[in-house]
């Protein structure tokens, strides 16, 4: 039998480098080694934040799905929910949350417009969703009223260099990893911070520049800007644990690559994390700077319990298990 010839729409790896990159990266490379499937990548090429309207229209509304017709691919995959409304080959949609229909007022205006015109019509287009947690599946049957047989979860994973092998970065610090921008809750992180008081310890946050002017700035307080996923996997060696204060996620990526490091975890808590964490993280309310404060004091002082309930939880999230399971939606989609 002949494989699946897969179109997959990597456009937002020109946009970003945070974790939807590494999950577009990852899948991709565990799929190469699924015999099922031929993957075929397309991409809008822009890479300034001024294109995006134009990508988000000309692109995905014509360009995308007509290219994927002319090529003879049997299914086209954009594994975030920018995606066609209307597409004359078999579409599955990945959707990571739906924070820009929950909160909108943490989203720039255009992306927040888009989202309310589009997603709806995105939603009904696909034969298939892909909800990367069992809550982001409650989220698309509620705010957009997709039937439920339409979703399958297939939980992220982590990989290589996300491991407790390896070099640990030096110094005495607390880590944060996300974009600098309003939904990341990096504002009351800082003020939790100061509140811990830490005798020195720094907190340092990793992740690129984003919208709405959020800056990270403090006694004992640096940004570091992007870093690599190696460098990244270092941090989270030798921090002392790290933080991911949103309020609200569709999974978290961070908490999962940070147990996997072996580095203990404060988290937000919320329905997200608590499926992926369960009690191998400190959960806190990411809206009281008092709770952030005593979760980053608790973490520390359980670290080696934290660490070893953390490790045994991200053993359990494969790529190679998601790369099986998208292939089946694949075929669901296609049939």
Not at 130 to 138: D, G, N, Q, W
Request: net charge neutral; with cysteine; aromatic share 6%.
């Amino acid at each position: 039998m002949a494989p699946l010839r897969v179109g997959m729409d990597v456009s937002s790896l020109a946009l970003t480098r945070a974790g939807t990159a590494r999950h577009i990266e990852s899948l991709l490379k565990a799929l190469e080694h699924e015999p099922e499937v031929e993957l075929r990548r397309y991409g809008f090429g822009g890479s300034r934040r001024t294109l995006v309207p134009v990508r988000d229209l000309g692109w995905y509304l014509a360009a995308l799905p007509a290219k994927a017709k002319r090529d003879g691919m049997n299914v086209l995959h954009c594994p975030t929910h920018r995606a066609p409304v209307r597409s004359p080959v078999p579409l599955v949609v990945t959707f990571h949350d739906l924070a820009v229909l929950r909160h909108p007022e943490t989203f720039n205006r255009w992306t927040r417009t888009y989202s309310r015109l589009a997603l709806p019509r995105v939603a009904k287009a696909a034969r298939r969703l892909i909800a990367v947690s069992e809550f982001t599946k409650r989220e698309l049957i509620d705010l957009l009223d997709v039937p439920e047989e339409k979703v399958r979860v297939i939980p992220n994973a982590v990989g290589p260099p996300f491991e407790a092998q390896g070099d640990a970065a030096a110094g005495d610090y607390v880590l944060a990893v996300g974009t600098l921008e309003p939904r990341k809750n990096l504002p009351r992180l800082l003020e939790g911070f100061r509140r811990a008081r830490m005798n020195g310890r720094r907190l340092l946050v990793a992740g690129m520049s984003g919208w709405g002017d959020v800056e990270v700035t403090g006694n004992d307080v640096e940004w570091l800007g992007f870093v690599s996923d190696q460098e990244l996997a270092r941090l989270y060696r030798g921090a002392r644990c790290v933080a991911y204060l949103s309020p609200y996620e569709g999974f978290g990526l961070p908490v999962l690559e940070a147990m996997a490091c072996g580095a203990p975890v404060v988290a937000g808590r919320n329905d997200a994390s608590e499926e992926l964490a369960g009690n191998a993280a400190v959960l806190v309310d990411p809206l009281d700077p008092d709770a952030i404060a005593s979760g980053l004091a608790e973490a520390i002082d359980r670290a080696d319990e934290l660490r070893a309930l953390g490790l045994e939880r991200a053993r359990a999230f494969d790529w190679r298990e998601v790369a099986r399971a998208t292939v089946e939606v694949y075929c669901e989609a296609a049939a």
